[in-house]
């Protein structure tokens, strides 16, 4: 990569922190949920059960305000002047993403196992992707502080290496939050489990034959020739996916019925007499 590429990436820096930032803030400033779990939270530990969403709320307003002002500051292109406050917006996010990463170790002290609410209501403990992340955003902010370009020259010099690096951001901000997994990660191993052969596949496998007497007696073919029967089983075996049971009956008769092997299916159960001696061909 060129490097102006380089540079344009690094321009686009703010427009990555803003979209952290208002995705953080819309959580903190919507969701009740996330709200009132704050109190279980490290946050309440450190400022207090009662006052613990109203700081929670607070802190959504401060993240969402420096995602507006990281955005705007793209308006240096065209007045100059705002390069300074653009600057001091993107020191104010570093300055949140070092305490993020203060708060999430206080909380791993703390409040062990508490949900850490930063970009959901979903509730997941602290993990190493949430230092991960924090760290990350740290990074993306201090290449922000001193990025060479605003980001609307960013993008519009170099479209392609841009808009690939924010969606790689993007994407890493989400594989490292172990709130938002339900939307990826668990749809991802569910996928998996339907694909992946299952782990006993091709084994044998001798479906005992309490079972299938069971299904037997359960039949209509058993009961209708029941009283008849004078052994209990003589000769049994397995064809294709019938099991063969063997039985004397009256008048010098053999019983052999075909249960289904592999499904619960009474009904499926056939009888055939046959007045010849028994001989096995198991």
Request: aromatic share 8%; glycine share 8%.
């Amino acid at each position: 990569m060129s490097t102006p590429a380089v540079a344009a990436v690094a321009g686009a820096a703010p427009v990555l922190l803003a979209g952290v930032f208002a995705v953080s803030g819309r959580v903190k400033l919507t969701s009740r949920t996330a709200r009132a779990r704050s109190a279980g939270s490290a946050l309440g530990t450190l400022v207090g059960k009662d006052r613990a969403p109203t700081v929670y709320g607070g802190v959504g307003v401060a993240e969402v305000t420096i995602a507006a002002l990281l955005l705007a500051g793209g308006l240096a292109t065209w007045w100059p002047a705002l390069t300074v406050p653009a600057r001091v917006v993107a020191g104010a996010a570093a300055v949140a993403a070092a305490g993020f990463l203060g708060y999430l170790a206080y909380s791993r002290v703390a409040a062990p196992g508490s949900s850490c609410g930063c970009v959901s209501a979903r509730s997941a403990p602290v993990t190493w992707r949430s230092f991960v992340r924090a760290g990350l955003l740290l990074a993306v902010a201090l290449v922000a502080l001193v990025a060479p370009v605003a980001w609307p020259t960013a993008v519009a010099s170099h479209p392609y290496p841009v808009v690939a690096a924010l969606l790689a951001g993007g994407a890493a901000m989400v594989l490292l939050s172990p709130e938002a997994d339900h939307e990826w990660l668990l749809p991802l191993r569910r996928l998996y489990a339907r694909m992946r052969p299952h782990p006993l596949a091709g084994l044998a496998y001798d479906l005992p034959l309490a079972s299938t007497l069971r299904q037997l007696e359960a039949s209509d073919a058993y009961r209708g020739i029941g009283t008849r029967l004078r052994s209990d089983v003589l000769e049994h075996w397995d064809s294709g996916a019938w099991r063969i049971v063997c039985y004397h009956a009256d008048g010098g008769q053999t019983a052999v019925f075909a249960v289904p092997r592999l499904r619960y299916d009474p009904d499926a159960v056939r009888l055939a007499l046959v007045d010849d001696p028994l001989v096995a061909t198991a």
